[in-house]
């Protein structure tokens, strides 16, 4: 069993920064891909950016490159979505995400394990 918990959103001004924290315990960490995900309301919920087990991969959707960058400490249990930019379009509540498999996945199902979610608004 793995626990995450996500700490770090808030309101903020389009073109401002944000940094969600992402602290994991139960299992070993440092064998999962994480995902960072969000979801807006009455919208699904979409992947945002990931980051491997293995080599420390990352991928980011389209909409954030550039602009958003995950990080994986091991040592600490933690990942880390360093949020600049901010614009309108990404107010949503984002969500956390440990999987199993050794790439990253963009779709939700691939995820073994979900934090609660906190909020991101960005006001214009």
């Known amino acids: 069993q793995v626990q995450l918990v996500e700490s770090g959103g808030g309101l903020v001004q389009a073109g401002g920064s944000l940094t969600l924290s992402c602290a994991a315990s139960?299992?070993?960490?440092?064998?999962?891909?994480m995902g960072w995900f969000r979801q807006a309301p009455g919208k699904e919920r979409e992947f945002v950016a990931g980051?491997?087990?293995?080599?420390?991969?990352?991928y980011y959707v389209d909409s954030v490159k550039g602009r958003f960058t995950i990080s994986r400490d091991n040592a600490k249990n933690t990942v880390n979505l360093q949020m600049n930019s901010l614009k309108p379009e990404d107010t949503a509540v984002y969500y956390c995400?440990?999987?199993?498999?050794?790439?990253?996945?963009?779709?939700?199902?691939?995820?073994?394990?979900w934090g609660q979610g906190t909020q991101v608004t960005v006001s214009s």
């Open positions: 139960g299992r070993t960490f440092s064998r999962f891909t």
């Open positions: 995400a440990a999987s199993f498999r050794t790439a990253v996945y963009l779709n939700r199902y691939a995820y073994d394990y």
């Open positions: 980051i491997t087990s293995s080599d420390g991969s990352t």
